[in-house]
């Protein structure tokens, strides 16, 4: 039975083969063909070259970032402002901030030197003023008299603002008023004076001019006040170095010898200024006491 059963398989399976192969294949249209995916039709996508390409470019960011509203209704109020505030780039603040190497140098002596000049020049000329005939008394120390028009004021002028003073050779000095009611002022002013203590006396040509003679001070007078003078000089001298000493221990980044290499030179440089001050101090009270002779 098995034997049979094969031999009909065999003769059933060529005959549906047979049969497969004469009969003709009938395609359907796909509309008749529900079973299979429906296909698109094709689109033609357009061809673009590289010279029609656009460039791409950065984001801007300030375009990006949303506007801030500002509580008094202007849109980007309180940004603007801080744009405008910080206005200048971080790179140059830097370079603004930092100080120029010349004036962080430690072993550069130059500010203090200046420093000493303008301190020589000042005193110099206070020292200047004690050689001359009239001593201490000059255009300057005359016009700086305070005066009053009313007893019950605390408002002064400067003499030098109501009127010109004027040397008339020697100890004499002229104070020509600009308005005759600077006049009476301008006496009571000058006799309430502890450097001057005198009447100034009207001239008789012209009533608005005044006349009035220095007395001349003593030579020991004149030797304390030169000597107090040079005195007051040493001692800003010496706290002008001082400053700059304290200022450079402050950098950190010096060494000992450093610190002592810079100690010696301003010690050297402080010698020499005093050095220049017991100099004129000789030649000031030499003169002094000559012109008393």
């Known amino acids: 039975m098995n034997s049979l059963r094969v031999a009909n398989s065999l003769v059933r399976s060529n005959v549906t083969a047979a049969v497969l192969r004469t009969t003709p ?3 359907l249209p796909q509309a008749q063909r529900p079973w299979l995916p429906q296909q698109l039709p094709q689109q033609t996508l ?3 070259s590289f010279s029609h390409s656009p460039s791409l470019s950065k984001r801007n960011r300030k375009e990006e970032e949303p506007e801030e509203d500002d509580p ?3 849109k980007g109020g309180k940004k603007s402002n801080k744009k405008e505030k910080g206005g200048a780039p971080a790179q140059q603040q830097q370079q603004e901030a930092q100080p120029s190497a010349a004036a962080e140098d430690p072993f550069n002596l130059d500010p203090l030197i200046a420093l000493f000049q303008k301190t020589e020049s000042h005193y110099t000329s206070q020292l200047a003023l004690l050689r001359s005939p009239t001593g201490r008394f000059n255009v300057e120390s005359i016009g700086a008299i305070p005066v009053s028009f009313d007893k019950k004021s605390t408002v002064t002028y400067r003499l030098q603002e109501l009127a010109t003073v004027a040397p008339l050779g020697g100890r004499r000095w002229s104070i020509l008023a600009f308005e005759e009611a600077s006049v009476k002022p301008i006496i009571s002013a000058v006799l309430k004076s502890p ?3 005198q009447q ?4 008789e040509e012209n009533p ?3 006349t009035m003679t220095v007395e001349p001070e003593k030579v020991d007078d004149l030797v304390k006040r030169a000597k107090d003078l040079c005195t007051e000089w040493r001692n800003k001298l010496r706290d002008e170095t001082h400053k700059h000493e304290t200022h450079v221990k402050k950098n950190k980044s010096l060494l000992k010898d450093d610190l002592f290499k810079i100690k010696e030179a301003l010690k050297k440089l402080q010698d020499e200024r005093m050095k220049v001050v017991a100099n004129k101090e000789k030649e000031v009270v030499a003169a002094i006491q000559s012109k008393a002779k």
């Open 72 to 74: 008094r209704g202007k």
């Open 208 to 210: 608005l001019e005044l």
């Open 25 to 27: 294949c009938i395609l």
């Open 200 to 203: 100034p006396q009207r001239n």
């Open 195 to 197: 450097d001057f203590n």
């Open 46 to 48: 357009p061809v673009r």
